[in-house]
C-alpha cells in the first residue's frame, strides 16, 4: 500500500466529496461517492484505485518508486488529473491505495477554480480559459502516460463520446483554445516520451 485516503466531506460536512478516486470509462477521475448525503454507506475499510489528492497520505517509498526525474505530481499539469495521474502511474507500477473512513477532512470544492458557484459534474464553463486549457491538456498527457492499449479500444467508445461533448463545448464557447491547443502540441511528445519511461520503470534523466 503506497497511499491512503480517508472520508472527504463538503464544508458543511453532510455531503461526500471522495471516499476514493477512481478511473472513470470516460478516463476521467470519478470521486467516489460525491455529493451523495453521508448516511455511513462508505464506512468500511478498502482498497481503492487511488486517493483525492486534497487530503491524500503518500508513502515515501512509493513516492521515490514512481518518479520521473525529481517530479513526483507531473509539474507541467498545474491544476487538474494530476492525482489521476501519479494514482494510475502507481498502479501501473505495482502500488495499492487504501481507505480508511476513520479518517476524515473537509473540503470546499471548486473555490480555487471555478469563477461561480455549479452544481453539475461537467465544470468547465466555470473555470477561466487558462485553466480551460489545462483541463483539455492533462486529460490527454494523462491517457497518453498511462492508459494500455486493450482498456484504451475497451472504453473507445466513452472516451470518444467524452471528448465530443467536451470538443463542442470548446468550439461554441471558447474557441481561441483551439489555436491555443494547437500551438502548444508539443504536449503530445512530451506525454509519449513519459510513457516510454514509465513502461521501463525507469526515472526520466
Known amino acids: 500500500i503506497g497511499m491512503v485516503s480517508g472520508k472527504i466531506l463538503d464544508k458543511k460536512g453532510k455531503r461526500i466529496d471522495s471516499t476514493g478516486q477512481f478511473l472513470s470509462k470516460y478516463r476521467r477521475p470519478t470521486e467516489r461517492g460525491h455529493k451523495e448525503l453521508d448516511k455511513g454507506q462508505f464506512g468500511k475499510k478498502g482498497y481503492i484505485f487511488g486517493v483525492c489528492g486534497v487530503a ?51 473540503h470546499n470544492r471548486g473555490s480555487s477554480s471555478k469563477k461561480k458557484k455549479s452544481k453539475s459534474n461537467f465544470y468547465l464553463p466555470y473555470l477561466s480559459d487558462e485553466l480551460k486549457f489545462y483541463v483539455i491538456k492533462n486529460r490527454y498527457m494523462t491517457i497518453i502516460k498511462n ?24 468550439l461554441f464557447n471558447a474557441p481561441k483554445l483551439i489555436f491555443r491547443v494547437l500551438y502548444n502540441i508539443n504536449f503530445l511528445k512530451i506525454a509519449f516520451r513519459k510513457r516510454k519511461f514509465i513502461e521501463k520503470g525507469f526515472f526520466l534523466p
Do not use: H, T
Request: aromatic fraction near 26%; glycine fraction near 4%; charge should be negative.
Open 56 to 106: 491524500g497520505f503518500y508513502k515515501k517509498e512509493m513516492l521515490e518508486d514512481i518518479k520521473l526525474g525529481k517530479e513526483y505530481f507531473d509539474e507541467s499539469y498545474r491544476m487538474f488529473y494530476e492525482d489521476l495521474d501519479l494514482n494510475w502511474r502507481a498502479q501501473k507500477l505495482g502500488w495499492d491505495a487504501y481507505y480508511n473512513p476513520k479518517a476524515v477532512a473537509y
Open 147 to 170: 492508459e494500455n492499449l486493450k482498456d484504451f479500444i475497451f472504453n473507445l467508445f466513452w472516451i470518444l463520446s467524452y471528448d465530443l461533448i467536451l470538443w463542442c463545448f470548446i
